[in-house]
């Protein structure tokens, strides 16, 4: 189920996009007013517990303190082909293509399409999108640009501005087009289904006791163990054995073992059975393609957690990516790669970057999904200052481990951002 959060009068368009996506259910959030979009949403995510959220900047600006982090999200870009439309539009009604002011567009989109088209650019004046911006202002902008170049329209994505300016302006929707929309509703089915086939990947779970004094205590402990994580709802849907000696394994679907690790910061289980039952317990998970592989790497996991000398947790997966320390409540988390292999070693040392670092990008890397970032954001994902993640990214850059992918900008002063999306694993594989 994908949720729609859009405007009464662009549902029309959006139910044309959305009819070739077979195999998706759509909520449709529909609304009059921006103020509402916050408590549709809300209502929407409450009740229904869609897999996926589509919905422009402005109703994402005005609920984003409700999303999941972990739900998939899809914030609408009208793309260079919904504003050459805009603009051909003006043509077919006689009025002048530039000068022109546009509000919302990326200004790296609008560059790139009146370089296309050879129009002036100093006669295309946009307004990149900012939350804190209201209606009167982006009205202002719009006004002031006509009155001081002689515009005949404006390019607005906001129904609101268009119905202020309506009688004293020519205003042309840039709405993006059925095709735009149905690309962006296509690659967010995508990542929901490579999601929920992640999530239900075959995992295993290897519960290590510490040595607590002579084989009976240890027995005692193990069945303690067993019978915690029997009563632990997180776990009330795995399949538990007692692996004799002084562990126990898990079989679960990947799932499972994210809900009750937080998404694999954190592991409850073990707080409990330091403070219940007085015993330190080592805990390692594997995801493989097979039950065998999944116990290999649960157990290779488990190993690592226990040199740890502290209750903890480890996450190897058959990708390659391991991730712990995670511990009782939840500490900060670290990325490696294949224990820094000769593959990770070798690149590291061609980038100018030591093996660890490299290794959390490659985590970074994977949890985008292909989605592009900001320095900033990379910075904030690394937990480095601002100008480190600026570095980094044009070290990766001249490494040809970034692809520019546009830019934003999120308040008038200032320059844009640049977007890069991560190209790491593409070139790992080609070590």
Not at 52 to 80: E, F, Q, W
Not at 229 to 254: C, K, M, Y
């Amino acid at each position: 189920m994908i949720g729609l959060v859009i405007h009464a009068s662009h549902r029309a368009v959006f139910a044309d996009a959305a009819r070739t996506l077979a195999g998706v259910t759509f909520e449709w959030v529909v609304y009059e007013h921006e103020d509402a979009v916050h408590d549709l949403v809300d209502a929407l995510l409450t009740q229904q517990g869609v897999d996926g959220l589509l919905l422009g900047p402005v109703p994402y600006a005005k609920c984003r303190d409700l999303l999941p982090a972990d739900l998939p999200v899809a914030i609408l870009r009208s793309a260079g082909l919904d504003l050459s439309l805009a603009l051909f539009k003006a043509l077919a009604r006689g009025w002048r293509p530039t000068p022109v002011s546009i509000d919302t567009y990326d200004i790296q989109t609008v560059a790139d399409v009146v370089q296309a088209l050879e129009l002036d650019p100093t006669e295309v004046i946009c307004l990149p999108y900012d939350p804190e911006q209201s209606l009167a202002e982006i009205v202002a902008f719009h006004r002031e640009t006509a009155a001081r170049t002689g515009a005949d329209y404006a390019i607005s994505l906001r129904t609101a501005v268009a119905a202020e300016l309506q009688g004293d302006l020519g205003v042309l929707g840039g709405l993006p087009g059925p095709a735009t929309l149905r690309a962006q509703l296509h690659e967010l089915a995508l990542r929901v289904q490579s999601r929920q086939a992640s999530a239900l990947r075959f995992a295993a779970g290897v519960f290590l006791v510490d040595k607590v004094g002579p084989e009976r205590d240890l027995d005692r402990a193990r069945v303690g163990l067993m019978n915690l994580l029997v009563n632990t709802p997180g776990f009330a849907d795995a399949w538990i054995e007692d692996r004799g000696s002084r562990g126990l394994v898990v079989f679960a679907h990947q799932a499972l073992f994210e809900q009750a690790t937080g998404s694999w910061v954190s592991l409850p289980t073990l707080g409990q059975a330091r403070d219940i039952l007085g015993i330190r317990v080592a805990a390692g998970f594997g995801v493989g393609a097979s039950a065998r592989s999944c116990l290999h790497l649960a157990e290779r996991a488990a190993a690592r957690a226990e040199q740890e000398g502290r209750p903890s947790a480890y996450l190897i997966e058959d990708s390659g990516v391991i991730i712990g320390p995670m511990s009782p409540a939840g500490s900060a988390v670290t990325f490696t790669y294949r224990d820094h292999t000769a593959e990770v070693e070798q690149l590291a040392g061609e980038v100018g970057l030591s093996a660890t670092t490299l290794s959390r990008l490659i985590a970074v890397e994977r949890t985008l999904e292909g989605r592009a970032i900001s320095p900033s954001d990379l910075a904030q994902h690394l937990g480095i200052t601002d100008p480190s993640g600026r570095r980094l990214i044009r070290k990766l850059g001249d490494a040809g481990l970034v692809a520019i992918q546009g830019s934003t900008q999120m308040h008038r002063k200032g320059r844009p951002a640049q977007l890069y999306k991560l190209c790491i694993s593409n070139a790992m594989e080609r070590q």
